[in-house]
Each structure stands twice: as structure tokens, then as C-alpha cells.
């Protein structure tokens, strides 16, 4: 147990007891444990296997390289459509947890296997992701704009495009790319 991490799992949340059976059963697993994002991270050396956090509605074990997990109980969540390669494991009372003891583990330890046989998910090519109609012709009128965009980083560029291509409506596609345009030409990503 990591003491910097201690503070997650005594302050009051409605997960208090599920986070801590969590955090039980990854230990057990021979992980280091540390804080990312807010939240215990488990990992080995650098790279990241699985992480704690909670929500309204559930709590969830969050398996960075989860699309290359066998799931054969059906436990793995992908969190939403533009989520490549993390899948989540989602409890919503102690008893989900205590039950699924054993597929928690071996979830756990075939992570784990994944990480050392040096896995990947191979992920979408940003020229893979739908570009707006809207931003492409905004492009195409503002070639200082298309160099500044081509010049973000590929995860920049799939961040502004999946933001600008979820409106149904024209108009509001529309808009969100004018709010953002020199912030691209500022060179910097939506979040930034």
C-alpha cells in the first residue's frame, strides 16, 4: 500500500467499502500502487494495468489494455464508442465484487500478461476518424489554419475532430468550430 494513495480510499464516498475490496484484490496481485488522475493507479514499472475510480452510478476497475482481455463472463465495459483500448469492470455494491472474486483476479493477472508480452491495442489512424464536412471546408478557406491543425498532435487532432464531428445538427457543429479556431491556430488541443 502506497500512503500517498491512503487519502482515496478513507475519504467519505459511497464506494468506500468497494474501493477498498478493490484495492485488496489488486495488491494481492503484486502491482505497485500509485495516484494518477486522481485515483490509485496499479502499475508495473512505467506502464499503467489498472486503475479505481467511481462515478454516480458505479464504481469500476479501469483495464488500460482491456480490448485484449478474454472476457468470456461478459464483465468488460467499454466505456463508449471512441474508447480504443481501456475497458472497464463496473460494481454497483460490495456484494458484485465479493462474488466475482476469482474473474476479478484472473482479469487482473491476464492484464498483467498483457503488459509483459509487450501487447498493444492497435489503434485508429487519425485519417481513420470522421472529419465534419464544416471543418474540412473551414480547412480548405484557411490554409494557415489547415497547417496549424496538420501540425497538432494526432491525439489533439482525434480530441478536435470526435468534439466537432457529435453535433446531429450543422449549426452547432458550425459553432463549436468557430469557438476553437484560434485555439488551434495557437497550436494548442481542446483541453489545453
Known amino acids: 500500500m502506497n500512503?500517498?494513495?491512503d487519502w482515496f480510499f478513507t475519504k467519505p464516498s459511497k464506494w468506500q467499502d468497494e474501493f477498498s475490496e478493490l484495492r485488496i484484490l489488486v495488491l494481492e496481485s503484486g502491482l505497485t500502487e500509485e495516484l494518477k488522475w486522481g485515483c490509485p493507479c496499479y502499475t508495473i514499472g512505467k506502464s499503467n494495468i489498472v486503475l479505481i475510480h467511481g462515478f454516480k452510478?458505479?464504481?469500476a476497475l479501469?483495464?488500460?489494455q482491456g480490448a485484449l482481455?478474454?472476457?468470456p463472463k461478459g464483465l468488460l465495459i467499454q466505456q463508449s464508442e471512441n474508447?480504443?483500448?481501456a475497458r472497464q469492470m463496473?460494481?454497483?455494491k460490495i456484494e458484485d465484487i465479493l462474488k466475482n472474486?476469482?474473474?476479478i483476479k484472473s482479469y487482473i493477472k491476464e492484464a498483467i500478461k498483457i503488459n509483459k508480452a509487450g501487447l498493444k491495442v492497435e489503434l485508429k489512424k487519425t485519417a481513420e476518424y470522421k472529419m465534419p464536412v464544416e471543418f474540412k471546408t473551414v480547412l480548405d478557406d484557411m490554409p494557415e489554419l489547415k497547417k496549424a491543425f496538420k501540425s497538432l498532435t494526432p491525439g489533439r487532432q482525434r480530441g478536435y475532430l470526435l468534439y466537432f464531428s457529435a453535433p446531429k445538427q450543422a449549426k452547432t457543429r458550425e459553432s463549436r468550430i468557430e469557438k476553437f479556431l484560434q485555439q488551434i491556430l495557437d497550436g494548442k488541443g481542446l483541453n489545453d
Open 3 to 5: 500512503p500517498k494513495v
Open 57 to 59: 452510478q458505479y464504481c
Open 62 to 64: 479501469l483495464f488500460m
Open 69 to 71: 482481455i478474454k472476457d
Open 83 to 85: 474508447v480504443q483500448a
Open 90 to 92: 463496473r460494481f454497483t
Open 101 to 103: 472474486k476469482t474473474a
